[in-house]
């Protein structure tokens, strides 16, 4: 017998959920264009002024990108629940927690990776200053993975509910504050002039932290919801 | 083998097993043992336990009390030698997916039996030509056998089934019994639940029988 | 067994809690209320006058107290949640769930006072100042337990999802206060340490902290309050509820 080992298990699960993602991209689009559109909203309610847009700009990108996120993480584990992969997953011999990273990290490449690379589409809508924009895109690279991980053990909590899109908003957005601050918070100094590297670290430092604790945690969460 | 012979080591062995949920007793306290080359039915009516008690020895759930045993070891260290292969209610494939590439995350996540391909799992649960056909296209008979195929595929010394005759016909039903009699055949043991609307068709297996609880 | 291990391991179980918080439901209410007294007389009448913010400071009597508390509780919650999801220990999941409530009307009750006080101070009814935004993030913390505690249906799964809900919120809490002072470092430094040497005459402080004996007497009182109902409903079926009934109702089967 052959039994299969924990890397080709997580090369499997990264493989059928891209997979997925694939058969379904007309899905994989949606936070994109609902972030396009937020931001598109914000010159019509405030007016085209340069100078109005480009102080909101920063702040307005990342309220639309961390809202597009949290639409799709609802979907992180529902599907597997529906057809029964999930208890697959939980009785398979491999750590749960490594395999739930995987499934974050298809999350996060599949929604937040599409969604950094249009960010200067975004800055440019909103007339974010050209010196802003590289700080912009690194906190974004910070920032989204954290929701992922931080998102998936809400996400992990509210598994066995219907409706559980509203409620799901109500426990990531105060654990995610800190992102939100961090993140456009760095891109407003940039644009101020001041020195923007200390919020980035703490980013990153959390960053780190997160991605230790969060599959740990999303699959204890997982256990008390399939209980 | 070392082991005594007049108690030759069971594959499965629950002592004492019980199950509440909330104060309220699901089943047990259940004790039986699973040999190798066993086929054991649980039998019981709806709401009897059976789904949990099936989710307790895959280590889905945690019993409330009482121990369950693979091979003589505690189930959380014996899961990693993939000694335990779970089909539930639900078959846990993808619908956008072929068959074939169900299989072949599963084989990636459990392993695979040497000598067996997807290719020939899937003809022997009688899919052939169907391997790349989207799941979502096939009916809920045959995508109820390319899950039975996954069993085949999988190193698994322990099948836990549950309604594995549900949604079956007349050849489907055949074909489950014969997967059990080649699965025991070759040292492996199995055991299903059903709330006795099928019957065996060849011999009579060990019966487990569940009481639901007022 | 050390006494008072063995006492902790008898107040796990819900028939003593039941009776042991009955007992001392009326003490706690009763020392509450006196405490409460002295402190308001003392803070509204012995206490002078602030000689920038004139009477308008009494009214950190309500809203000191009342952030601590929020903070006291949520801890409370933490540990509680804690203890009930590695022990499964049905009194802690019974008292973090019940505790959250009283957390968050404390942690409203300071939003509230804390936007009184800043009409007069700062001449708006709400600042984005680090220790408010701070508070806010609380309460919403609060709401996400309690409302993911409501959602559930089973109520011991549903104790335990919430509890753990908590816990990640401990862990968050700091970098959320971190974060926020970083953001906005505007507001007065602080004026109330209980370690070091105090910056507020004593005759400010006293009041403060009878104040603050009194909310935690209340939080107790109505703490057990809570979980002697959340218990009735939890163990309905057991024997020590049933000889708590009228002996009529109990004859029937």
């Not at chain 1, 959920?17 to 598109?40: M, Q």
């Not at chain 1, 993480?73 to 990273?101: K, N, T, Y």
């Not at chain 1, 066995?160 to 957005?173: A, D, I, P």
Request: a neutral charge.
């Amino acid at each position: 017998m052959k039994p299969g080992t924990t890397s080709s298990a997580c090369i499997a699960l990264l493989r059928r959920d891209l997979l997925l993602v694939w058969r379904r991209r007309g899905d994989a689009l949606n936070p994109l264009l609902f972030a396009i559109i937020v931001v598109a909203l914000f010159p019509l309610a405030l007016g085209p002024e340069t100078t109005v847009l480009a102080r909101i700009a920063a702040g307005t990108i990342f309220v639309a990108v961390l809202l597009a996120m949290l639409l799709s993480l609802d979907a992180l584990f529902r599907s597997d629940l529906e057809d029964g992969s999930l208890e697959q997953l939980v009785v398979s011999p491999h750590p749960l927690a490594l395999l739930i990273g995987c499934k974050i990290f298809i999350h996060w490449l599949t929604t937040a990776l599409p969604l950094i690379v249009i960010a200067p589409l975004l800055a440019q809508l909103l007339q974010l200053p050209s010196q802003v924009l590289p700080v912009l895109m690194i906190a974004l690279a910070l920032a989204t993975p954290l929701l992922s991980l931080i998102g998936a053990v809400c996400v992990a909590l509210t598994v066995g509910m219907r409706r559980s899109g509203m409620l799901l908003t109500l426990l990531v957005l105060p654990l995610i504050v800190p992102a939100l601050i961090f993140g456009a918070g760095a891109c407003n100094a940039a644009q101020d002039g001041f020195a923007y590297s200390a919020p980035l670290l703490w980013l990153a430092a959390w960053l780190v932290l997160s991605i230790i604790i969060a599959p740990l945690a999303a699959a204890a969460a997982l256990k008390i919801s399939l209980s | 083998m070392h082991e005594s012979a007049d108690e030759p080591r069971a594959l499965l062995q629950a002592q004492s097993l019980c199950f509440a949920r909330n104060d309220e007793v699901i089943f047990g306290p259940l004790d039986f043992s699973l040999h190798a080359g066993e086929t054991v039915l649980i039998e019981g009516d709806n709401g009897s336990g059976k789904t949990t008690l099936l989710k307790v020895l895959s280590g889905l759930l945690d019993p409330t009390s009482g121990d369950v045993l693979l091979h003589g070891a505690p189930l959380t260290l014996a899961k990693l030698s993939h000694q335990v292969a779970l089909l539930g209610h639900l078959p846990g494939l993808k619908l956008e997916l072929s068959a074939l590439e169900n299989l072949r995350f599963a084989t990636g996540m459990g392993g695979i039996r040497p000598g067996i391909t997807p290719h020939l799992a899937l003809a022997s649960v009688g899919l052939e030509g169907y391997e790349d056909a989207p799941l979502r296209t096939l009916s809920a008979g045959q995508r109820k056998r390319v899950a039975l195929a996954r069993l085949l595929l999988v190193p698994a010394a322990l099948w836990l089934l549950d309604e594995p005759y549900a949604n079956l016909d007349r050849s489907g039903i055949d074909l489950v019994n014969r997967l059990l009699d080649h699965h025991a055949r070759r040292g492996g043991a199995a055991l299903i639940t059903s709330h006795g609307a099928y019957a065996f068709t060849s011999g009579t297996p060990r019966r487990i029988a569940l009481k639901a609880s007022a | 067994m050390n006494p008072l291990v063995l006492w902790f391991h008898k107040l796990g179980s819900p028939p003593y809690f039941y009776s042991f918080a009955g007992r001392w439901i009326p003490w706690l209410y009763g020392i509450a209320l006196v405490a409460a007294a002295f402190g308001f007389y003392g803070a509204l009448f012995t206490a002078p006058a602030d000689y920038q913010q004139g009477d308008s400071f009494r009214i950190m009597y309500v809203h000191v107290p009342c952030a601590w508390m929020g903070l006291f509780a949520y801890l409370f919650m933490a540990v509680n949640g804690f203890i009930a999801l590695v022990w499964r220990i049905k009194l802690s999941e019974t008292l973090a769930m019940a505790s959250a409530p009283i957390g968050a009307a404390f942690t409203f009750i300071t939003l509230v006072t804390g936007s009184l006080w800043g009409k007069p101070t700062w001449g708006t009814w709400w600042t984005w100042d680090a220790r408010l935004t701070s508070e806010l993030v609380l309460l919403f913390l609060y709401f996400g337990v309690i409302g993911l505690y409501h959602a559930i249906e089973d109520r011991r799964q549903a104790a335990r999802a919430a509890a753990f809900l908590a816990l990640i919120g401990v862990v968050n809490l700091p970098i959320v206060h971190y974060s926020v002072i970083w953001w906005n470092t505007l507001h007065q430094g602080q004026t109330v340490s209980l370690i070091g040497p105090s910056k507020i005459a004593p005759s400010m402080l006293w009041p403060l902290l009878t104040l603050a004996i009194a909310t935690h007497m209340y939080f107790f009182a109505s703490l057990f309050a809570r979980a002697r109902v959340a218990l009735l409903e939890l163990e309905s079926g057991k024997e020590w509820v049933r000889a708590l009934l009228p002996v009529t109702e109990t004859s029937h089967d």
